[in-house]
Protein backbone atom coordinates (compact mmCIF):
# COMPACT_ATOMS: atom_id res chain seq x y z
CA UNK A 1 0.00 0.00 0.00
CA UNK A 2 1.17 3.54 -0.78
CA UNK A 3 -0.06 6.12 1.92
CA UNK A 4 -1.53 9.61 0.02
CA UNK A 5 0.43 12.38 1.69
CA UNK A 6 -2.72 14.28 3.01
CA UNK A 7 -4.32 11.06 4.72
CA UNK A 8 -1.05 9.68 6.09
CA UNK A 9 -1.39 10.40 9.51
CA UNK A 10 -3.78 7.14 10.07
CA UNK A 11 -1.90 5.22 8.22
CA UNK A 12 0.10 3.63 10.35
CA UNK A 13 -2.65 2.36 12.99
CA UNK A 14 -4.06 0.82 9.55
CA UNK A 15 -1.10 -0.93 8.38
CA UNK A 16 -1.32 -2.76 12.14
CA UNK A 17 -4.82 -3.42 12.11
CA UNK A 18 -4.13 -6.82 10.04
CA UNK A 19 -0.89 -7.80 11.98
CA UNK A 20 -2.46 -10.24 15.22
CA UNK A 21 1.12 -9.07 17.03
CA UNK A 22 -0.20 -5.71 17.25
CA UNK A 23 -3.17 -6.00 18.14
CA UNK A 24 -4.48 -5.10 21.60
CA UNK A 25 -4.06 -7.97 23.83
CA UNK A 26 -7.31 -8.17 25.73
CA UNK A 27 -10.93 -9.70 25.94
CA UNK A 28 -13.31 -10.24 23.22
CA UNK A 29 -17.00 -10.27 24.86
CA UNK A 30 -18.31 -13.60 24.64
CA UNK A 31 -21.77 -13.60 23.08
CA UNK A 32 -23.59 -14.89 25.90
CA UNK A 33 -26.70 -15.55 26.72
CA UNK A 34 -29.03 -12.23 28.03
CA UNK A 35 -29.33 -12.65 31.61
CA UNK A 36 -33.18 -11.54 31.64
CA UNK A 37 -33.10 -10.58 35.57
CA UNK A 38 -30.41 -8.61 35.06
CA UNK A 39 -31.66 -6.85 32.17
CA UNK A 40 -35.59 -6.55 33.45
CA UNK A 41 -34.59 -5.06 36.47
CA UNK A 42 -33.77 -1.93 34.60
CA UNK A 43 -37.25 -0.99 33.67
CA UNK A 44 -40.27 -0.33 35.72
CA UNK A 45 -43.90 -0.52 34.65
CA UNK A 46 -45.84 -1.57 31.17
CA UNK A 47 -42.61 -1.42 29.22
CA UNK A 48 -40.89 -3.99 31.71
CA UNK A 49 -43.67 -6.36 30.68
CA UNK A 50 -43.63 -5.46 26.76
CA UNK A 51 -39.91 -5.74 27.09
CA UNK A 52 -39.98 -9.33 28.65
CA UNK A 53 -43.07 -10.36 26.78
CA UNK A 54 -40.98 -9.19 23.22
CA UNK A 55 -38.08 -11.41 24.16
CA UNK A 56 -40.32 -14.44 24.85
CA UNK A 57 -41.69 -13.71 21.06
CA UNK A 58 -38.44 -13.06 19.86
CA UNK A 59 -35.36 -15.51 21.45
CA UNK A 60 -35.89 -19.03 19.99
CA UNK A 61 -34.59 -20.76 23.69
CA UNK A 62 -37.39 -22.80 25.56
CA UNK A 63 -35.76 -21.96 29.10
CA UNK A 64 -35.35 -18.23 28.09
CA UNK A 65 -39.01 -17.77 26.75
CA UNK A 66 -39.97 -19.55 30.23
CA UNK A 67 -38.13 -17.06 32.30
CA UNK A 68 -39.61 -14.33 30.41
CA UNK A 69 -42.74 -15.48 30.56
CA UNK A 70 -42.43 -16.45 34.30
CA UNK A 71 -40.89 -12.83 34.98
CA UNK A 72 -43.92 -11.21 33.37
CA UNK A 73 -46.68 -13.22 34.93
CA UNK A 74 -45.02 -11.88 38.45
CA UNK A 75 -44.96 -8.12 37.10
CA UNK A 76 -48.83 -8.03 35.83
CA UNK A 77 -50.51 -9.59 38.78
CA UNK A 78 -48.61 -6.56 40.90
CA UNK A 79 -50.38 -3.74 38.95
CA UNK A 80 -54.37 -4.03 37.39
CA UNK A 81 -54.06 -5.21 33.56
CA UNK A 82 -56.25 -8.40 33.56
CA UNK A 83 -56.22 -8.49 30.09
CA UNK A 84 -52.34 -9.03 29.23
CA UNK A 85 -52.79 -11.52 32.20
CA UNK A 86 -54.76 -13.79 29.99
CA UNK A 87 -52.93 -13.40 27.31
CA UNK A 88 -49.38 -14.23 29.35
CA UNK A 89 -51.02 -17.03 31.17
CA UNK A 90 -52.14 -18.44 27.80
CA UNK A 91 -48.57 -17.77 26.51
CA UNK A 92 -47.36 -19.68 29.26
CA UNK A 93 -49.74 -22.51 28.35
CA UNK A 94 -49.22 -24.82 31.56
CA UNK A 95 -45.31 -25.03 31.45
CA UNK A 96 -44.73 -23.66 34.44
CA UNK A 97 -47.30 -25.13 36.78
CA UNK A 98 -50.16 -24.39 38.90
CA UNK A 99 -48.63 -21.52 40.31
CA UNK A 100 -48.46 -19.90 36.74
CA UNK A 101 -51.69 -20.78 36.32
CA UNK A 102 -54.97 -18.51 35.33
CA UNK A 103 -56.11 -17.50 38.70
CA UNK A 104 -59.52 -16.42 38.10
CA UNK A 105 -60.07 -15.15 41.69
CA UNK A 106 -56.99 -12.39 41.30
CA UNK A 107 -59.06 -11.80 37.59
CA UNK A 108 -62.63 -10.94 38.88
CA UNK A 109 -61.74 -9.39 42.52
CA UNK A 110 -59.26 -6.45 40.26
CA UNK A 111 -62.01 -5.83 37.19
CA UNK A 112 -64.50 -5.41 40.44
CA UNK A 113 -62.62 -2.77 42.03
CA UNK A 114 -61.49 -1.33 38.67
CA UNK A 115 -65.24 -1.15 37.85
CA UNK A 116 -65.64 0.61 41.31
CA UNK A 117 -62.82 3.01 40.59
CA UNK A 118 -64.03 4.03 37.38
CA UNK A 119 -67.69 4.80 38.50
CA UNK A 120 -66.21 6.87 41.71
CA UNK A 121 -63.82 8.90 38.86
CA UNK A 122 -66.98 9.69 36.55
CA UNK A 123 -68.97 10.92 39.56
CA UNK A 124 -66.01 13.19 40.30
CA UNK A 125 -65.28 14.19 37.17
CA UNK A 126 -69.12 15.23 36.51
CA UNK A 127 -69.07 17.16 39.92
CA UNK A 128 -66.04 19.00 38.81
CA UNK A 129 -67.62 20.05 35.36
CA UNK A 130 -70.73 21.27 36.74
CA UNK A 131 -68.66 23.36 39.31
CA UNK A 132 -66.27 24.74 36.46
CA UNK A 133 -63.63 24.38 38.47
CA UNK A 134 -60.48 23.96 35.64
CA UNK A 135 -58.03 22.60 37.84
CA UNK A 136 -59.89 19.96 39.22
CA UNK A 137 -61.36 18.73 35.73
CA UNK A 138 -57.44 18.99 34.75
CA UNK A 139 -56.88 16.29 37.46
CA UNK A 140 -59.89 14.56 36.58
CA UNK A 141 -59.14 13.83 33.34
CA UNK A 142 -55.76 13.08 34.37
CA UNK A 143 -56.69 10.37 37.01
CA UNK A 144 -58.89 8.90 34.01
CA UNK A 145 -55.70 8.53 31.76
CA UNK A 146 -53.74 6.58 34.82
CA UNK A 147 -56.79 4.59 35.70
CA UNK A 148 -57.15 3.25 31.59
CA UNK A 149 -53.55 3.08 31.56
CA UNK A 150 -53.42 0.88 34.11
CA UNK A 151 -55.19 -1.32 32.78
CA UNK A 152 -54.20 -1.52 29.24
CA UNK A 153 -56.35 0.80 27.55
CA UNK A 154 -54.01 2.71 25.70
CA UNK A 155 -56.23 4.92 23.60
CA UNK A 156 -58.23 5.70 25.81
CA UNK A 157 -55.65 6.48 28.39
CA UNK A 158 -53.84 9.33 25.31
CA UNK A 159 -57.23 10.94 24.99
CA UNK A 160 -57.81 11.62 28.72
CA UNK A 161 -54.55 12.72 28.94
CA UNK A 162 -54.85 15.04 25.83
CA UNK A 163 -57.68 16.08 27.17
CA UNK A 164 -56.07 18.18 29.98
CA UNK A 165 -54.55 19.89 27.84
CA UNK A 166 -57.40 22.58 27.54
CA UNK A 167 -57.47 23.13 31.39
CA UNK A 168 -53.91 23.40 31.86
CA UNK A 169 -52.92 26.61 33.78
CA UNK A 170 -49.39 26.77 34.12
CA UNK A 171 -46.34 25.62 31.35
CA UNK A 172 -45.81 23.06 34.29
CA UNK A 173 -49.20 21.92 33.81
CA UNK A 174 -48.62 21.39 29.73
CA UNK A 175 -45.19 19.63 30.22
CA UNK A 176 -47.05 17.21 32.27
CA UNK A 177 -49.69 16.40 29.68
CA UNK A 178 -47.20 16.19 26.85
CA UNK A 179 -45.04 13.74 29.34
CA UNK A 180 -48.51 11.70 29.45
CA UNK A 181 -49.18 11.56 25.78
CA UNK A 182 -45.50 10.86 24.96
CA UNK A 183 -45.34 8.06 27.08
CA UNK A 184 -48.57 6.58 25.88
CA UNK A 185 -47.65 7.00 22.47
CA UNK A 186 -44.41 5.46 22.86
CA UNK A 187 -46.17 2.11 24.37
CA UNK A 188 -48.72 1.93 21.01
CA UNK A 189 -45.68 2.49 18.93
CA UNK A 190 -47.10 5.89 17.70
CA UNK A 191 -44.07 7.95 17.12
CA UNK A 192 -45.55 10.55 14.95
CA UNK A 193 -47.27 11.82 17.89
CA UNK A 194 -44.15 11.32 20.56
CA UNK A 195 -42.29 13.77 18.15
CA UNK A 196 -45.19 16.51 18.15
CA UNK A 197 -45.62 16.35 22.23
CA UNK A 198 -42.05 16.48 22.75
CA UNK A 199 -41.84 19.78 20.20
CA UNK A 200 -45.07 21.21 21.95
CA UNK A 201 -42.96 20.66 25.66
CA UNK A 202 -39.90 21.95 24.40
CA UNK A 203 -41.27 25.41 23.52
CA UNK A 204 -42.06 26.16 27.52
CA UNK A 205 -38.25 26.34 28.08
CA UNK A 206 -38.46 28.32 31.69
CA UNK A 207 -40.48 25.64 32.65
CA UNK A 208 -38.27 23.11 31.82
CA UNK A 209 -35.77 21.24 34.73
CA UNK A 210 -32.90 19.43 33.50
CA UNK A 211 -34.21 16.41 33.90
CA UNK A 212 -37.36 16.70 32.06
CA UNK A 213 -34.85 18.07 28.70
CA UNK A 214 -33.12 15.00 29.57
CA UNK A 215 -36.17 12.82 29.11
CA UNK A 216 -37.68 14.95 26.35
CA UNK A 217 -34.28 13.99 24.35
CA UNK A 218 -34.43 10.51 24.99
CA UNK A 219 -37.95 10.41 23.47
CA UNK A 220 -37.23 12.63 20.61
CA UNK A 221 -33.75 10.21 20.06
CA UNK A 222 -36.81 6.93 19.93
CA UNK A 223 -38.88 8.98 17.69
CA UNK A 224 -35.72 9.87 15.18
CA UNK A 225 -34.73 6.13 15.90
CA UNK A 226 -38.35 4.75 14.82
CA UNK A 227 -38.03 6.96 11.67
CA UNK A 228 -34.60 5.74 10.31
CA UNK A 229 -33.42 9.35 10.78
CA UNK A 230 -29.72 7.65 13.10
CA UNK A 231 -28.08 10.59 12.50
CA UNK A 232 -30.43 12.73 14.19
CA UNK A 233 -31.26 10.32 16.76
CA UNK A 234 -27.63 9.87 17.76
CA UNK A 235 -27.62 13.41 18.06
CA UNK A 236 -30.61 13.28 20.84
CA UNK A 237 -28.98 10.48 22.41
CA UNK A 238 -25.54 12.18 22.76
CA UNK A 239 -27.83 15.76 24.20
CA UNK A 240 -29.04 13.68 26.98
CA UNK A 241 -27.62 15.08 30.42
CA UNK A 242 -26.28 12.74 33.22
CA UNK A 243 -29.77 14.10 35.30
CA UNK A 244 -31.69 11.19 33.39
CA UNK A 245 -29.64 8.65 35.76
CA UNK A 246 -32.58 5.65 36.74
CA UNK A 247 -35.64 8.37 36.04
CA UNK A 248 -36.98 7.40 33.02
CA UNK A 249 -37.27 3.48 33.28
CA UNK A 250 -40.86 3.60 32.41
CA UNK A 251 -39.26 4.55 28.69
CA UNK A 252 -35.96 3.52 28.45
CA UNK A 253 -32.79 2.81 30.70
CA UNK A 254 -29.14 4.62 30.67
CA UNK A 255 -27.72 1.58 29.47
CA UNK A 256 -29.69 2.02 26.14
CA UNK A 257 -28.80 5.88 26.02
CA UNK A 258 -25.60 4.71 25.37
CA UNK A 259 -26.13 1.51 22.85
CA UNK A 260 -28.55 3.52 20.37
CA UNK A 261 -26.34 6.62 20.44
CA UNK A 262 -23.62 4.74 20.20
CA UNK A 263 -24.42 2.69 17.69
CA UNK A 264 -26.29 5.39 15.45
CA UNK A 265 -23.23 7.19 15.65
CA UNK A 266 -21.14 4.83 14.61
CA UNK A 267 -23.45 4.71 11.31
CA UNK A 268 -23.71 8.25 10.86
CA UNK A 269 -21.21 10.33 11.75
CA UNK A 270 -17.82 11.15 9.93
CA UNK A 271 -14.56 10.66 12.20
CA UNK A 272 -14.68 14.26 13.34
CA UNK A 273 -18.06 13.90 14.71
CA UNK A 274 -17.15 10.59 16.13
CA UNK A 275 -14.32 12.33 17.86
CA UNK A 276 -15.87 15.70 19.15
CA UNK A 277 -19.27 14.55 19.73
CA UNK A 278 -18.89 10.88 20.80
CA UNK A 279 -15.60 10.12 22.43
CA UNK A 280 -14.79 13.86 23.97
CA UNK A 281 -18.57 14.33 25.02
CA UNK A 282 -18.15 14.10 28.87
CA UNK A 283 -21.76 13.61 29.58
CA UNK A 284 -22.31 10.64 27.17
CA UNK A 285 -18.96 9.33 28.60
CA UNK A 286 -21.04 8.03 31.53
CA UNK A 287 -23.67 6.68 30.10
CA UNK A 288 -20.64 4.53 27.75
CA UNK A 289 -19.19 3.51 31.00
CA UNK A 290 -22.57 1.48 31.74
CA UNK A 291 -21.86 -0.33 28.56
CA UNK A 292 -18.27 -1.21 27.97
CA UNK A 293 -18.64 -3.40 24.37
CA UNK A 294 -20.30 -0.20 23.08
CA UNK A 295 -17.29 2.17 24.27
CA UNK A 296 -14.90 -0.51 23.01
CA UNK A 297 -16.02 -0.83 19.89
CA UNK A 298 -16.24 3.17 19.47
CA UNK A 299 -12.73 3.60 20.50
CA UNK A 300 -11.87 0.40 17.78
CA UNK A 301 -13.55 1.93 14.93
CA UNK A 302 -12.09 5.53 15.73
CA UNK A 303 -8.96 3.71 15.96
CA UNK A 304 -9.00 1.83 13.06
CA UNK A 305 -9.43 -1.71 14.40
CA UNK A 306 -11.91 -2.81 12.43
CA UNK A 307 -11.60 -6.55 13.10
CA UNK A 308 -11.71 -6.03 16.74
CA UNK A 309 -14.42 -3.78 16.15
CA UNK A 310 -16.91 -5.71 13.96
CA UNK A 311 -16.07 -8.83 16.38
CA UNK A 312 -17.60 -6.61 19.61
CA UNK A 313 -20.38 -6.10 16.47
CA UNK A 314 -21.13 -9.36 16.34
CA UNK A 315 -21.43 -10.88 19.68
CA UNK A 316 -23.49 -8.30 20.97
CA UNK A 317 -25.92 -8.97 17.70
CA UNK A 318 -27.77 -11.87 19.28
CA UNK A 319 -28.86 -9.57 22.47
CA UNK A 320 -29.52 -6.15 20.06
CA UNK A 321 -32.56 -8.24 18.37
CA UNK A 322 -34.37 -8.91 21.82
CA UNK A 323 -34.09 -5.48 22.11
CA UNK A 324 -38.23 -3.50 21.12
CA UNK A 325 -36.56 -0.70 19.83
CA UNK A 326 -33.70 -1.21 17.99
CA UNK A 327 -34.38 -5.03 16.64
CA UNK A 328 -35.72 -3.65 13.29
CA UNK A 329 -32.41 -1.20 13.21
CA UNK A 330 -29.91 -3.93 13.66
CA UNK A 331 -29.25 -5.32 10.12
CA UNK A 332 -29.42 -1.83 8.85
CA UNK A 333 -26.98 0.09 11.28
CA UNK A 334 -24.29 -2.92 11.09
CA UNK A 335 -24.11 -2.63 7.19
CA UNK A 336 -23.78 1.22 7.45
CA UNK A 337 -21.25 1.00 9.92
CA UNK A 338 -19.38 -2.51 7.79
CA UNK A 339 -19.54 -0.07 4.98
CA UNK A 340 -17.99 3.12 6.46
CA UNK A 341 -15.55 0.90 7.69
CA UNK A 342 -14.39 -0.10 4.48
CA UNK A 343 -14.37 3.61 3.03
CA UNK A 344 -12.79 5.03 6.01
CA UNK A 345 -9.80 1.68 5.40
CA UNK A 346 -9.45 2.74 1.62
CA UNK A 347 -9.62 6.85 1.77
CA UNK A 348 -5.83 7.18 2.92
CA UNK A 349 -4.53 5.10 0.41
CA UNK A 350 -3.09 4.79 -3.76
CA UNK A 351 -3.31 1.40 -3.70
CA UNK A 352 -4.69 -1.43 -1.15
CA UNK A 353 -3.72 -4.83 -1.27
CA UNK A 354 -7.15 -6.41 -0.60
CA UNK A 355 -5.01 -10.19 1.04
CA UNK A 356 -4.16 -8.09 3.73
CA UNK A 357 -7.48 -5.39 3.77
CA UNK A 358 -9.25 -9.13 4.12
CA UNK A 359 -7.16 -10.51 6.72
CA UNK A 360 -7.93 -6.82 8.52
CA UNK A 361 -11.70 -7.19 8.18
CA UNK A 362 -11.42 -11.18 9.11
CA UNK A 363 -12.79 -12.16 5.69
CA UNK A 364 -12.21 -13.91 2.65
CA UNK A 365 -11.02 -11.98 -0.82
CA UNK A 366 -13.93 -13.09 -2.87
CA UNK A 367 -16.59 -11.66 -0.08
CA UNK A 368 -14.57 -8.76 0.45
CA UNK A 369 -14.86 -7.88 -3.50
CA UNK A 370 -18.38 -7.99 -3.76
CA UNK A 371 -18.47 -5.80 -0.80
CA UNK A 372 -16.11 -3.10 -2.38
CA UNK A 373 -17.97 -3.37 -6.20
CA UNK A 374 -20.85 -2.61 -3.92
CA UNK A 375 -19.60 0.64 -2.34
CA UNK A 376 -17.96 1.38 -5.75
CA UNK A 377 -20.88 0.80 -8.10
CA UNK A 378 -22.92 2.98 -5.60
CA UNK A 379 -20.37 6.12 -6.00
CA UNK A 380 -18.93 5.65 -1.55
CA UNK A 381 -15.36 4.66 -2.81
CA UNK A 382 -13.61 6.28 -5.69
CA UNK A 383 -11.71 3.12 -7.14
CA UNK A 384 -11.33 0.58 -9.71
CA UNK A 385 -10.04 -3.00 -8.95
CA UNK A 386 -7.66 -5.52 -10.44
CA UNK A 387 -9.16 -8.58 -9.68
CA UNK A 388 -6.27 -10.72 -11.00
CA UNK A 389 -3.53 -9.10 -8.64
CA UNK A 390 -5.82 -8.48 -6.31
CA UNK A 391 -5.34 -4.39 -5.61
CA UNK A 392 -7.93 -1.69 -5.19
CA UNK A 393 -6.71 1.35 -6.91
CA UNK A 394 -7.91 4.98 -5.81
CA UNK A 395 -9.72 7.37 -8.67
CA UNK A 396 -7.99 10.79 -7.33
CA UNK A 397 -9.33 13.59 -9.52
CA UNK A 398 -6.43 15.34 -11.13
CA UNK A 399 -7.19 18.79 -9.41
CA UNK A 400 -4.95 20.54 -12.69
CA UNK A 401 -7.56 19.17 -15.28
CA UNK A 402 -10.04 19.59 -13.26
CA UNK A 403 -8.89 23.21 -12.57
CA UNK A 404 -8.07 24.21 -16.87
CA UNK A 405 -11.45 22.40 -17.51
CA UNK A 406 -13.74 24.55 -15.18
CA UNK A 407 -11.98 27.43 -16.93
CA UNK A 408 -12.21 26.61 -19.85
CA UNK A 409 -16.00 26.11 -19.45
CA UNK A 410 -16.02 29.40 -17.94
CA UNK A 411 -14.94 31.02 -20.74
CA UNK A 412 -17.12 29.59 -23.28
CA UNK A 413 -19.83 30.45 -20.93
CA UNK A 414 -18.62 34.37 -21.10
CA UNK A 415 -18.30 34.48 -24.61
CA UNK A 416 -21.87 32.92 -24.95
CA UNK A 417 -23.56 35.29 -23.10
CA UNK A 418 -21.64 38.58 -24.46
CA UNK A 419 -22.36 37.05 -27.84
CA UNK A 420 -25.95 36.68 -27.38
CA UNK A 421 -25.82 40.71 -25.95
CA UNK A 422 -24.39 42.15 -28.49
CA UNK A 423 -26.64 40.16 -30.93
CA UNK A 424 -29.99 41.76 -28.59
CA UNK A 425 -28.35 45.47 -28.65
CA UNK A 426 -27.89 45.45 -32.79
CA UNK A 427 -31.58 44.23 -32.71
CA UNK A 428 -32.31 46.68 -31.04
CA UNK A 429 -30.59 49.47 -32.71
CA UNK A 430 -31.87 48.26 -36.03
CA UNK A 431 -35.53 48.45 -34.46
CA UNK A 432 -35.82 44.86 -35.25
CA UNK A 433 -38.32 44.30 -32.54
CA UNK A 434 -41.23 41.65 -33.04
CA UNK A 435 -44.56 43.25 -31.35
CA UNK A 436 -47.49 40.96 -30.10
CA UNK A 437 -50.06 41.76 -32.39
CA UNK A 438 -53.31 43.36 -30.27
CA UNK A 439 -56.48 41.71 -30.44
CA UNK A 440 -59.62 43.64 -31.41
Known amino acids: MEPDEDLGQIADEIYANGDETSQRHRPIISGEQLDIEL ?43 TQLFREVVQKIDGRLGPNYGPDPAWSDAVDRRAELRKEKLENELNAYRTNLIKESIRMGYNDFGDFYYAHGQLG ?83 EVGP ?28 R ?38 L ?3 GNLKANLLLDIHLHDHVETLYDQIRNKALIQYTHPFVSVDLNMMANAFKTSVAGLEKELEALITDNQIQARIDSHNKILYARHADQRNATFQKVLQTGRE ?11 ANLLKHDHILRASRKH
Do not use: W
Request: with cysteine.
Open 311 to 313: EYL
Open 156 to 238: EAFKNYVRTRDYCTTAKHIIHMCLNAILVSIEMGQFTHVASYVSKAEQSQDALESLTVAKLRCAAGLANLEAKKYKLAARKFL
Open 272 to 309: AELKSKVIDNINFRNFLELVPEIRELIHDFYTSHYATC
Open 243 to 270: ELGNNYTEVIAPQDVATYGGLCALASFD
Open 414 to 424: FDRDVRSMLLR
Open 39 to 81: YAALYSGRTKIMRLLFIADRCGNASMQLEALRMAYDEIKKGEN
